[in-house]
């Protein structure tokens, strides 16, 4: 690690010849393999972008220049750059550095993210801002083919390229891969326009030769012969002077080329071909799986998981398929992630049933919605901090309509390693307030099975959320039996203090109910809330405790407290659930007890508001 030890920020990198950069970026790909081999993390698409980073920061005098990351899992190479090598063992952990760009961790992270498809965007709003403040800075997003499938990129590239005075770059970094194989037209036409890369290598070592007047007027002749031989690529109609694609491993052909491409006025387009995985052999042959390893050895590669414990994921991965199985109108939707909503089987057993959309979330959502009109059945299985994106389409195309749409949310609540932008914190607080929703919680695996049934079988908009992993390893029964709609139901009888729990909640709500010897409410529902059980448990107990694993503002204890005020009930009520603030990396387990949603945090709560045992009853709430 000769030479990588050497470089402690841009600067560093900067000053060394072009004939180390190739030795340094073989360092740094041993460097990425061996930390993310001991923390877990982002694998196949850090390996991919050793050379392109390398070469952004030797030819852009960052942090003056903008680099713009799309999603952010591939930064691993440019933090290691950027001066947090030695952070790198502390990686999304607890107190340790973010998997993903944040502002507040460098200064050379221009742009939070870790949603795709947002560069180009943000890249440009810095451009015209530049431009604004009469300041010489380039900006540049780098997006891969999978983000570029978003709406949202489109809508950049259309603002963008009526742009002509700006210093916009846009990289498009194309190695065939989302996080499984990537669909749609336009990973149809990217492959079209790879196969044209004679052509292109041609067009491309001509300007990297060329002085910049010599450049303009190459430009006009290239342009006059493509009218002839070639259609314009889709981004130069976009307004964007293409080029590529070029070998994005090659900083022989990255660096000129990045450095012709500065020189240029104007919305700039650079098309860079690369492999995920490259030079780790076992990532390079299975990019999915190494897209996101947990701790594995670099020599043995990922071993099978042992674990006996089933997950959310496959319950309703097994769920789908049996459901499908029984009802040939089921359709299974995913905006781009097969795998890790647990969709593998489905595919392959029903693959005239399976579509996987590509990154978007709002285009998946109205699409459910078209096919519910035609009376089929689908089933949306999102992350529950993705379907924020679909906001309005959840509202305007399916909840107005009363459309039957399903929509099983994985990862709700804390999800650990990914921190913040990944959390499914809000989807109770967005859900409950759309009319004709079914919003379920779901409190362990069978259950969350029944729910999902349920979801089926109502004739409007349902959903179910669940968590990231393993639940409390409940026996899952293979029917596909309901459960009664909006009816909760009494987990244990206690006295004085009744807690009402929510999914997750419910099984750390009966531990610390033991100590307390507190009543536990499953709660199940928390729309339509079971209001008679909540009548129920007002007039038989002196207090009431909400606990969700979601934001205390606007959510289920929130729709509690709004029930019983309603209902004219004035009872002492403490709510708890996840504070008001965005929670960071770390374990999941230790970050739900840091918020005190463990049965330890939330028997002290109650035991501080209400007193232990005998109430005390401060009503102070
Ligand atoms: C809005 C949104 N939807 C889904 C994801 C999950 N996701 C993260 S990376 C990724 C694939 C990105 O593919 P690409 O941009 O080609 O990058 P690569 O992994 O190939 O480097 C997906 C689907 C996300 N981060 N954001
Ligand atoms: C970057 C991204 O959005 C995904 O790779 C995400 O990190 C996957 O999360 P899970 O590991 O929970 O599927
Ligand atoms: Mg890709």
Redesign the pocket.
Known sequence: MDLLKKIDRPEDLRKLPRTQLKPLADELRAFVLDSVSKTGG?L??NL??VELTIALHYVFNTPEDRIVW??G??TYPHKILTGRRDQMPTLRQLNGISGFPRRSESEYDTFGT????TSISAALGMALAAKTKGENRHAIAV??????T?GMAFEALNNAGVHDDINLLVIL???D???SP?VGALNRYLARLMSGKFYATAKNVGKSVLPAPMLELAKRLEEHAKGMVVPATMFEEFGFNYIGPIDGHDLESLVPTLQNLKNLKGPQFLHVVTK?GQGYKLAEAD?VLY?GPGKFNPAEGIKPATSGKVTYTQVFGDWLCDMAAHDRKLIGIT???RE?SGMVQFEQRFPDRYYDVG?A?QHAVTFAAGMACEDLKPVVAI?ST?LQ?AYDQLIHDVALQNLDVTFALDRSGLVGADGAT?AGNYDIAYLRCIPNMVVMAASDENECRRMLSTAYQYKGPASVRYPRGAGIGAQVEKDLDTIPLGKGEIRREGQHVAILAFGTMVAPALEAANELNATVANMRFVKPLDVELLKQLAQTHEALVTVEEGSIMGGAGAAVAEALAEAGIVKPILHLGLPDRFIDHGDANQLLAACGLDAKGIAAAISQRFGKGEPRLVVNN
């Open positions: 982002h196949s698409s991919g972008t799309d999603v899992h591939q870790a949603h795709s498809s997006i891969g083919d999978g983000a570029m978003a970094n194309d190695n891969m989302s996080i990537p995920k990019p897209h905006p781009a992630m890790g990154i979330e992350y993705f994106r990944h």
